[in-house]
C-alpha cells in the first residue's frame, strides 16, 4: 500500500501555521498545478489532488487535531473525499470561496444543471484469514447528506424563496474583464444559479441544504482482496447537487498482519522451526495453514532454510478463485539447554563425526587456514 506524504509538507507549512498561512499555500498551490494550466501533465494533476486531501484536513480543527496526535492513522474509520478518484472541477468547485472565478466561473456554468455528488473514502481492517475466506464488514461513517429539516433546500422550513437580486433572477451575473475590453458571465455566487433565494436560511444545517449523517452499511468484501485494494459502494457517497445522483463510497481495506504467515501476492510463507534432529533423521511434522493442519514428511539430512511448498494452501485468486500454495520454510533450531543425558550422546556423537564426510565445513576450515597463512 502506497505511504502518504505528510500534510504538512505537501502545503509546504510550518505544523504550527495558523488556518490563513494554510488556506494561502492551498490556494497557491492548487492554481499552480491546476489541469488547466498543466494540460496533460498527469504529475501537476496527481500534486492538485494532494493539496486538496491535506487542505481538507489541516482546514478542518478537529480532523487537523486527530492527524497531530495520530498521524494518517488518526483518520481511518473517518470518512472522507475521495480526492484520487474526484474530478478535478469538483475539487476545485469544493473550495470554490478561495478562488472565486480563477478557473472555474465558466466551468461551474456550464454545470449549472443537475451534478453528481463527491466520492468518499473510508477504511477498515481485516484480518488474513477474512481475506481467505471472505467476509461481510459493517462500515459506519459521517457523510453530509441532505438536510432533514429543509429537505435540502436550505431555507428555514415554511418560507418560501424569492428572486435573487444579485442576478435578478438569471441563474447568471457579468464581471468586467481585463481592462474592461470584454466581460465574463459567470453563475451568480448569491444563488448558485438558481435564480431564486430563500430570505432566512435553515437553522439546522446553516443554509447549505446538507448536515452530517452517520450512516452504517454492511459490505461484502471478497476472498483473496490484498492489502490497499477498495471496494465500491456505488450510491452511498454524498447526494448531488440540484437532484444530481449520489457520488461512491470506496472502502479501503487493510490487512492485518498475522503471527505466522506472510502474503507475497497469492502465495504464503510460513517460517517453521524443527529441531535438528528431526532435520537429521527425518520426521512427519504438522504444518498449520488456514484450512487446519496438514502433515509433510521431512527427508532425513534436511538442511536449515530448505523450502517444502504444499499446493493449493495459499490465497485464492481475487478474479479467478485459483489458490496460491503455501510455502513452508524449515528453520532449524538448535537447543539453548540440555540434560546430561543428551549432552552425553551428542557427545558421543561429536566424538564419531568425520570432518570427510561434510565437504561445506571441510571447505570453510581450508579457507580459514589459506586466510591465516
Not at 486527530?66 to 481511518?76: P, T
Not at 456554468?109 to 481475506?131: F, P
Amino acid at each position: 500500500m502506497a505511504t502518504t506524504r505528510d500534510y504538512y509538507e505537501i502545503l509546504g507549512v510550518e505544523r504550527t501555521a495558523d488556518g490563513s498561512t494554510i488556506k494561502s499555500s492551498y490556494r497557491r498551490l492548487a492554481m499552480k498545478y491546476h489541469p488547466d494550466r498543466n494540460p496533460g501533465d498527469t504529475e501537476a494533476e496527481t500534486k492538485f489532488k494532494e493539496a486538496a486531501e491535506a487542505y481538507e484536513v489541516l482546514s478542518d480543527d478537529n480532523k487537523r487535531q486527530r492527524y497531530d496526535q495520530f498521524g494518517h492513522a488518526g483518520l481511518r474509520g473517518q470518512a472522507s473525499h475521495d480526492f484520487h478518484h474526484m474530478d478535478v472541477g469538483d475539487i476545485f468547485s469544493m473550495f470554490g470561496d478561495i478562488f472565486g472565478d480563477a478557473f472555474g466561473g465558466t466551468r461551474r456554468g456550464r454545470r449549472s444543471g443537475a451534478q453528481r455528488g463527491y466520492d468518499l473514502e473510508t477504511r477498515t481492517e481485516i484480518t488474513l484469514e477474512e481475506a481467505y475466506r471472505g467476509v461481510k464488514r459493517d462500515i459506519e461513517f459521517t457523510r453530509q447528506d441532505i438536510c432533514e429539516a429543509c429537505d435540502g433546500t436550505g431555507g428555514k422550513p415554511g418560507t418560501e424563496p424569492v428572486t435573487c437580486v444579485t442576478c435578478g433572477g438569471q441563474g447568471q451575473v457579468q464581471q468586467a474583464g481585463l481592462g474592461g475590453m470584454f466581460r465574463m458571465v459567470t453563475t451568480c455566487p448569491a444563488c448558485g444559479g438558481a435564480g431564486k433565494i430563500y430570505p432566512e436560511k435553515c437553522p439546522t444545517c446553516g443554509g447549505s441544504g446538507r448536515s452530517p449523517k452517520k450512516v452504517k452499511l454492511s459490505v461484502s468484501i471478497p476472498a483473496g482482496i490484498h492489502d490497499g485494494q477498495a471496494i465500491r459502494v456505488r450510491g452511498e457517497g454524498e447526494p448531488g447537487a440540484k437532484g444530481g445522483p449520489r457520488g461512491d463510497l470506496h472502502v479501503v481495506v487493510t490487512l492485518a498482519e498475522h503471527e505466522l504467515f506472510e502474503r507475497q501476492e497469492d502465495q504464503l510463507i510460513l517460517r517453521m522451526p524443527v529441531s535438528f534432529t528431526q532435520a537429521a533423521l527425518g520426521a512427519a511434522v504438522a504444518v498449520p495453514t488456514l484450512d487446519g493442519e496438514q502433515e509433510i514428511n521431512i527427508k532425513r539430512g534436511t538442511q536449515h532454510g530448505e523450502v517444502f511448498k504444499i499446493p493449493g494452501q495459499g490465497m485464492p485468486n481475487l478474479r479467478s478463485g485459483r489458490r496460491g500454495d503455501l510455502h513452508v520454510v524449515l528453520m532449524i533450531e538448535v537447543p539453548k539447554k540440555l540434560t546430561d543425558r543428551q549432552e552425553e550422546l551428542l557427545r558421543e556423537f561429536a566424538e564419531t563425526e568425520d570432518k570427510d564426510v561434510m565437504p561445506h565445513s571441510q571447505g570453510f576450515w581450508e579457507k580459514m587456514k589459506s586466510y591465516l597463512s
